[in-house]
Nanobody
């Protein structure tokens, strides 16, 4: 089992920044990839970004490229999402996820085995 706890959500004005953190515990040695997804009301859970736990290679959704940065601290078993130039359409619950069975992420929810409870990000216009 891997436990994930997100923090850092909140309310921010459009154009502002927020930083999310996700602390992992448990079988963290089994993680291949950690990622961030988001889900707006009435919509599906969408990929935002992910990072290879071993290589540090990163992938981003088109909506996140150039504005969001995912990073990790292996020593702290923590992944971060720095979000800049936020837009009202970024408003969503952001979920941290860990993949322990799929070695190469296809950036879809079904590739991830463990999920945090989510943290709400609200961007006002």
């Amino acid at each position: 089992q891997v436990q994930l706890v997100e923090s850092g959500g909140g309310l921010v004005q459009a154009g502002g920044s927020l930083s999310l953190s996700c602390a992992a515990s448990g079988r963290t040695w089994a993680m291949y990839t950690m990622g961030w997804f988001r889900q707006a009301p009435g919509k599906e859970r969408d990929f935002v970004a992910d990072i290879s736990w071993f290589t540090g290679n990163t992938n981003y959704a088109d909506s996140a490229k150039g504005r969001f940065t995912i990073s990790r601290d292996n020593a702290k078993d923590t992944v971060y999402l720095q979000m800049n130039s936020l837009k009202p359409e970024d408003t969503a619950v952001y979920y941290c996820a860990a993949a322990t069975t799929v070695t190469y992420s296809r950036h879809i929810p079904s590739d991830f085995d463990y999920w945090g409870k989510g943290t709400l990000v609200t961007v006002s216009s």
